[in-house]
């Protein structure tokens, strides 16, 4: 029987060794919302020089986007983060997530497409983060409860192994993360959506 890995004790390992060296290394980290980007910038900010990157194609419709996009800003603009936190908003397109979901319409909710969903936007975060000389890279993905972080790690190594950039090991829901980030989404009266972002986790009757 396979033992399931702890991921907070891996990543309290990387911070202990980060914390051990005089610089601090840059973090690009991959992040779906304000919310679930409240407690992770809390948490890491102390450690790390941190880019957010808001790569999200499978967001929609565009309003949706935009708005959890301008909450990500104000939040960055009104928490008081140790260090300064810059942020990277891409033009919005859904094309990326439609040629991956093809075919996978039907899959149900953690099925094979939010597999592909997940790899999309890590891989987009990693060929930033080597493009713009990253030490590390993550996503804020694994606060969520309702995200795998085993599935999400394991992309996360499997596509920087051959890469200057370090993956980040996170499952950030640990610790009370998600609490906390509610939390804080409480204090800065965050916008807080009830899908992930795409059409096929939208309520119907919406």
């Known amino acids: 029987m396979m033992i399931k ?45 941190i880019t957010v990157f808001f790569y999200n194609p499978n967001i929609s419709p565009i309003e949706e986007y935009t708005t959890r996009a301008d909450e990500l800003i104000r939040l960055i603009k009104e928490m008081p983060l140790k260090n300064k936190v810059s942020v990277i908003i891409p033009e919005y397109s859904s094309i990326p997530f439609e040629q991956i979901a093809k075919g996978k319409e039907k899959d149900e909710e953690r099925g094979n497409r939010c597999t592909d969903c997940y790899r999309l936007r890590l891989k987009k975060t990693l060929e930033l983060a080597e493009e713009m000389g990253f030490d590390y890279f993550t996503t804020t993905l694994s606060i969520s409860p309702y995200k795998d972080a085993e599935r999400l790690n394991n992309i996360g190594l499997d596509i920087s192994k051959e890469s200057k950039a370090t993956w980040l090991y996170s499952d950030f829901k640990k610790k009370n993360g998600y609490k906390r980030s509610i939390e804080l989404s409480n204090q800065y009266n965050l916008y807080r959506q009830n899908y992930c972002g795409c059409i096929y986790s939208k309520p119907i009757d919406q």
Request: charged letters at 20%; glycine letters at 0%.
């Open 5 to 49: 890995q702890n991921y907070q004790v891996l990543l309290e390992k990387q911070l202990a060794e980060i914390k051990s060296n005089s610089k601090k290394p840059s973090l690009l980290l991959h992040a779906c919302c304000a919310p679930c980007s409240s407690y992770v910038l809390e948490y890491l900010c102390e450690h790390f020089d």
